[in-house]
């Protein structure tokens, strides 16, 4: 017991950063990040059997903090949300850059499932392998899903160029 | 190379995802392809330009260090599930036993046969009753038994 305890409070010193900065993203305050936080080592505790078996932690992890989100959007009755709401409480770029704000907004106006999939590569650095173990879909779809939001970001980043032009 | 092969190579180096051997065949075929290089650069950047958009940094808030009060948490559910096992299990118990009283319970407050207590009401009784039926059965048996004990 003493030894499963430690692997989890390794578990949550390694990883518990990224996932409430994930979680902080997504949700309307910072309290309700901090609940489902612990909803998901509680669950973490719960499922101590599987440890051992666990060949990508920081994609189950992920995983199950994905699962808490889902399940407290459900109970409200609400979708899903990806980090959109953030995107739009968060500041405006200190040198005020306009690619940055463009990109912003892209990113913003993606369909939520690559918005899902291009944060996971991008904010948390996840490999294909680990977005497709969090997300529950075959691998080709990570990389098709990614192929095609850099599309979409690429031409509307190239947009206004063009028409500038 | 076919464009969209090449595209897709492109886009795994933008995500960072290309193994390094490819890697290399890559960089050097990019540097005999102009078209193809400015299509990399371009890809690049947006990685890059998304790369530091969502990357910025999320609200921070003190964050609990220990984990053992989620192990004693989870610990006292368990125990709680126990105990409402147990009581219901105790509750359902105590409904059985009490809705099915065990059958010498139930012998001992029957009424002694009729035909012990008043004879000339029983025999009145007896012919009232239809031939065949069970009371009158009953009670014929009833009376056989009486008169055996008083023989005796």
């Given at each position: 017991m003493q030894s499963e305890t430690g692997s989890i409070e390794q578990l949550y010193r390694q990883h518990s950063g990224e996932l409430y900065s994930y979680l902080a993203r997504r949700c309307p305050d910072t309290a309700t990040a901090g609940d489902l936080l612990q909803e998901t080592f509680l669950q973490v505790v719960r499922q101590t059997d599987q440890l051992p078996a666990v060949t990508m932690p920081r994609a189950w992890l992920f995983g199950i903090a994905r699962h808490m989100l889902a399940r407290h959007y459900r109970r409200q009755r609400d979708p899903l949300p990806v980090a959109q709401t953030w995107y739009e409480s968060a500041p405006e770029p200190a040198a005020k850059n306009d690619r940055l704000a463009a990109m912003r907004e892209a990113i913003r106006d993606l369909p939520a499932e690559l918005c899902d999939t291009l944060e996971l590569r991008l904010?948390?650095?996840?490999s294909y392998e680990e977005i497709a173990h969090v997300l529950d879909i075959p691998i080709g779809t990570v990389r098709s899903r990614l192929h095609n939001a850099v599309r979409q970001l690429r031409g509307t980043m190239t947009k206004p160029e063009e028409t500038n032009s | 190379m076919k464009p969209d092969i090449l595209e897709r190579l492109l886009m795994d180096r933008a995500l960072k995802r290309l193994d390094p051997d490819t890697e290399v065949l890559l960089t050097d075929y990019l540097a005999n392809d102009p078209a193809a290089a400015t299509q990399a650069r371009e890809l690049q950047e947006t990685v890059q330009l998304a790369s530091e958009v969502v990357r910025r940094p999320a609200p921070v808030v003190e964050m609990p260090t220990q984990i053992h009060h989620l192990v004693w948490r989870h610990r006292a559910e368990q125990v709680f599930a126990l105990a409402a096992s147990f009581v219901i299990g105790v509750g359902l118990t105590a409904l059985v036993i009490h809705a099915n009283p065990r059958r010498e319970n139930v012998a001992a407050v029957n009424p002694p046969p009729l035909a012990r207590i008043q004879p000339a009401l029983v025999k009145n009784k007896i012919e009232s009753l239809p031939f065949w039926s069970n009371q009158r059965i009953y009670l014929l048996a009833s009376a056989a038994a009486n008169s055996k004990e008083n023989a005796q």
């Open positions: 904010e948390q650095e996840l | -």
